[in-house]
């Protein structure tokens, strides 16, 4: 199917298999990133007209809208992409297009081996998490490749299983045959009618999945994904924004709390201790390359904190140089739900962890 008109000022772009990224700050300035760095490249627009069109033309197809009394939104493109947009009056020097390209290159976990995103010790494991199960966070900070990780672990889920996926604005496309994909919906040009994602996780729960996968947990929603992990609903997977694998336990917290509950901290600490296995935490590194930096079990909460262990972490130090690199490697810490990795696949536990 040809581009619209508009969209083909940017076909060079999106047809570049090298761009992960594609960065429009205005009409004069446009920006993408090939192997994790940015760098300028020339506007194919001429004035905010051009941009306008483009704009136009991306957000046609999404049944979404942008305005002045909702000058963001968040869409997908045909190709799976993800674009968002931001005009007046929030963008001050011209409209803002960010275009998130889906990358169809990864198709499974060789290719982050490949890259040093994990090592092959760390893909067993990733394999074995989801085999048995656990109910796995992944954590990091925009464009380090969470949903990318999430997407490739998620190719070990058992076909016969039905899983229920719930994104802000779709992302994911996972290879099962029994996928029920929910998105959430903006508010209308009234500011009524929206159907925000923990309506949607409320709703999962009353259509008998076998896995709930939550493409990012921003808010208050964390109550509803935290009471899936606990109420039966094994093998859940959800991304949420945060640096370490600490803040992010911290800012579910935070997230409960924001919900305005009568409960005590140490009650939420209890709850997330028990709710969640794992958290996978992921860096975009200073050289454009993307690393799980953390593998790191949460054990429960103890002493007014939730206890973690790392099982695989990025160890940095510095070269003659004063560059900085590190390498991956396994703490030696063996996690405490062993047994159901063995339980799982003894024999990938096997060579993980011995007998």
Request: with cysteine; glycine share 8%.
């Amino acid at each position: 199917m040809p581009l619209p008109p508009p969209v083909q000022r940017i076909a060079h772009l999106l047809s570049d298999p090298d761009v992960t990224e594609i960065m429009i700050n205005g009409p004069q300035q446009v920006f993408v990133e090939k192997a994790g760095l940015l760098s300028a490249v020339e506007s194919p627009f001429r004035s905010k007209g051009d941009l306008q069109a483009l704009i136009d033309a991306l957000v046609l197809p999404s049944g979404r809208s942008v305005t002045a009394m909702q000058p963001f939104v968040d869409f997908r493109m045909a190709d799976g992409s993800r674009v968002n947009v931001v005009i007046a009056p929030v963008a001050l020097d011209g409209p803002i297009v960010t275009i998130r390209r889906a990358t169809p290159s990864l198709s499974q976990m060789a290719d982050l081996v490949r890259l040093g995103t994990i090592t092959e010790e760390m893909a067993y494991f990733c394999y074995l998490a989801i085999k048995a199960r656990l109910n796995i966070v992944f954590s990091g900070a925009s464009g380090s490749g969470k949903t990318t990780l999430l997407g490739l672990m998620s190719g070990y889920i058992p076909e016969g299983e039905r899983i229920v996926v719930i994104e802000d604005t779709a992302e994911l496309k996972l290879r099962q045959k029994h996928v029920v994909r929910l998105e959430c919906r903006p508010p209308n040009i009234e500011g009524a009618g929206a159907i925000p994602l923990a309506d949607l996780l409320r709703n999962s729960f009353r259509m008998r999945p076998n896995r709930i996968i939550v493409g990012e947990v921003r808010g208050p929603e964390a109550v509803e994904m935290l009471q899936a992990m606990t109420s039966g609903h094994d093998g859940c997977l959800a991304v949420l924004h945060a640096g370490t694998p600490s803040h992010a336990i911290a800012r579910l917290e935070m997230m409960v709390l924001s919900r305005g509950l009568a409960l005590p901290v140490w009650a939420i600490q209890r709850q997330i201790g028990e709710a969640i296995d794992v958290v996978i935490q992921l860096a975009l590194m200073a050289d454009g390359s993307r690393k799980v930096t953390h593998i790191t079990e949460v054990i429960g909460e103890e002493d007014a904190e939730v206890k973690t262990q790392d099982l695989f972490r990025f160890e940095h130090h510095a070269d003659p140089e004063g560059a900085e690199v590190g390498k991956l490697v396994a703490t030696g810490a063996v996690p405490t739900f062993v047994e159901r990795l063995r339980r799982a696949d003894a024999a990938t536990a096997q060579r993980l962890y011995g007998d």
